[in-house]
């Protein structure tokens, strides 16, 4: 049972067109979503999160949206570089409680052409 | 500041038998997570420690897999014995003390291959 989905397997976009990534979520529960960039043979590293009391957040060429009714978020990174090329997680958790457990997606991978 | 350390990086064992992953958290980072991401997914879970005390292991298969955060520093994962399935990442990440704070540290991952 996937409670993060992330359902397109990769993305590939022109070096500075938008990129935009999007994932899904099924636990009405969450409500602090955040977004990964993974390069090969590293860990994830954190890029930009979001509560669910905003729709919106911007860091830099980066912009998390989130529709809550449509338990649906989307990242958005404009202009896009070839070194955002990678694999992006979206992960979700509920932060009522003491466990700030994340349930992550299965990944995007993002291809910039130059 | 340094990252979180993680050893060996790499590691091929056949099935049944054992191995042990050790993980070093940022300094100062009171809750150690291990995660498995299995080629094509998404981390998951398996173990959160709270300085050396366990948080969530409800994804932990207990009947091979242990873990232990001595001193509420560094940490070990060991699976006994090994089975083809458990071909994986082994992902360690750390974060600081409050939980208002979701910015999770990984490390570089130990990738396991079992034949």
């Known amino acids: 049972d996937q409670q993060v989905k992330q359902n397109s397997p990769s993305l590939s976009v022109q070096e500075g067109r938008i990129s935009i990534l999007n994932c899904d979520y099924t636990n009405s529960m969450f409500d602090y979503f955040l977004w990964y960039k993974k390069y090969p043979a590293e860990g994830p590293t954190f890029l930009i999160s979001i509560s669910s009391i905003k729709d919106k957040n911007e860091d830099g060429r980066f912009t998390v949206f989130l529709n809550k009714s449509a338990k649906h978020l989307s990242l958005h990174i404009v202009p896009s570089q070839p070194g955002d090329s990678a694999v992006y997680f979206c992960?979700?958790?509920?932060?009522?409680?003491?466990?700030?457990?994340?349930?992550f997606g299965k990944g995007i991978t993002l291809s910039v052409r130059p | 500041e340094a990252g979180v350390a993680q050893s060996p990086r790499y590691k091929i064992i056949e099935k049944r038998q054992s191995v042990a992953f050790w993980c070093n958290p940022i300094s100062g980072h009171a809750t150690l997570y291990w995660y498995q991401q299995i080629l094509g997914q998404g981390p998951k879970l398996l173990i959160q420690?709270?300085?050396?005390?366990?948080?969530?292991d409800s994804q932990l298969p207990k009947d091979r897999f242990s873990a232990e955060r001595l001193k509420g520093v560094d940490s070990t994962l060991k699976i006994q014995p090994a089975k083809l399935e458990d071909s994986a990442v082994y992902l360690c990440?750390?974060?600081?003390?409050?939980?208002?704070?979701?910015?999770?540290?990984f490390g570089p991952g130990t990738r396991l291959t079992v034949t």
């Open positions: 420690f709270q300085n050396n005390g366990v948080v969530d």
């Open positions: 992960a979700a958790s509920a932060m009522r409680g003491a466990n700030s457990k994340l349930t």
């Open positions: 990440a750390s974060s600081p003390p409050g939980t208002a704070n979701l910015g999770q540290y």
